[in-house]
């Protein structure tokens, strides 16, 4: 499994971002995906998760009620979008894809994108 992860940039305090992350090989092989994030000097931290019919969703505190997680599976890929965005917020952004949706009770799935950069100016 590929993942490739789009969207990242620099945007001013209270403002949007939408990441994108395509899957390619393998994946009838993945049952969930999620987005996490790791800022400078601290540990990689999980954003938030989806089942692969996206029906289930979870997030960290810390998003809840500005970011919004989902998927198109037609196209095999996954968005997160961001509002309200804060300077806490600035970190590299990674995408992550599991064979189970426990996985993001844990360490999170095997597949990993390369990480795209989101940088919040206050």
């Known amino acids: 499994v590929q993942l490739v992860e789009s969207g990242g940039g620099l945007v001013q305090a209270g403002g949007s971002l939408r990441l994108s992350c395509a899957a390619s090989g393998s994946t009838f092989s993945i049952n969930a995906m999620g987005w996490y994030r790791q800022a400078p000097g601290k540990r990689r931290e999980l954003v938030a998760a989806?089942?692969?019919?996206?029906?289930?969703?979870n997030y960290a505190d810390s998003v809840k009620g500005r970011f919004t997680i989902s998927r198109d599976n037609a196209k095999n890929t996954m968005y997160l979008q961001m509002n309200s965005l804060k300077p806490e917020d600035t970190a590299v952004y990674y995408c992550?894809?599991?064979?189970?949706?426990?996985?993001?009770?844990?360490?999170?799935?095997?597949?990993w994108g390369q990480g795209t950069q989101v940088t919040v100016s206050s």
């Open positions: 989806i089942t692969s019919d996206g029906r289930t969703t």
């Open positions: 992550n894809a599991a064979r189970r949706y426990d996985d993001y009770d844990r360490v999170g799935g095997a597949y």
